[in-house]
């Protein structure tokens, strides 16, 4: 190692130090949690703009891309903006029931805890579940409707090449 890196060490353990006297361990991690958030945020910026930049430069003006994208049929259900139906509100409030349910219990049989404890920690428990419950039931309603649009892009697309090779060529 040269003097140039010994140097540049020091300055790096000596500030780390000041640091960990000045705000604490926690402040210092905190510290550290968020210039590594700021320094993900603009790497990914500027990765991002580069390959938005590069995109279709290296393709002569004129010629068609090499990939032909099939036309869209209709908008995806997170195009569309359309409600998720029943089952998220369902889920959610029997996720912030048996959230609640659990939470309370747990809290006084296990833990033996006062009773306005016991109702703080059940509405912080069915909060908890609620958002659970939405999640869930979120999830498995975007994966279904993913998975019934991938099908029917599917049948579109074979439809499309069946009617392709019946169609005679020009002669």
């Known amino acids: 190692m040269t003097l140039r890196t010994f140097s540049w060490m020091t300055v790096v353990v000596g500030v780390a130090v000041a640091a960990v006297s000045w705000f604490g361990i926690a402040g210092t991690l905190a510290i550290v949690v968020v210039a590594a958030c700021l320094a993900a945020h603009v790497a990914g910026n ?99 409707s993913a998975l019934r649009e991938a099908d029917e892009a599917e049948q579109f697309h074979q439809r499309r090449q069946t009617a392709d090779r019946s169609t005679p060529g020009p002669a």
Do not use: H
Request: charged residues 15%.
């Open 46 to 144: 500027a990765i991002g703009t580069s390959i938005r930049d590069a995109t279709d430069r290296d393709r002569p003006a004129g010629q068609p891309p090499s990939v032909q994208i099939p036309p869209r049929l209709a908008p995806t259900l997170l195009e569309r903006g359309e409600s998720l139906g029943r089952l998220v509100p369902v889920s959610a409030g029997i996720g912030g029931i048996l959230g609640g349910l659990i939470g309370t219990t747990c809290l006084i049989v296990l833990v033996g805890s006062s009773l306005p404890g016991a109702i703080l920690g059940g509405v912080s428990s069915a909060v908890i579940g609620g958002i659970g419950g939405f999640l869930l039931a979120s999830f498995v309603d975007v994966i279904r």
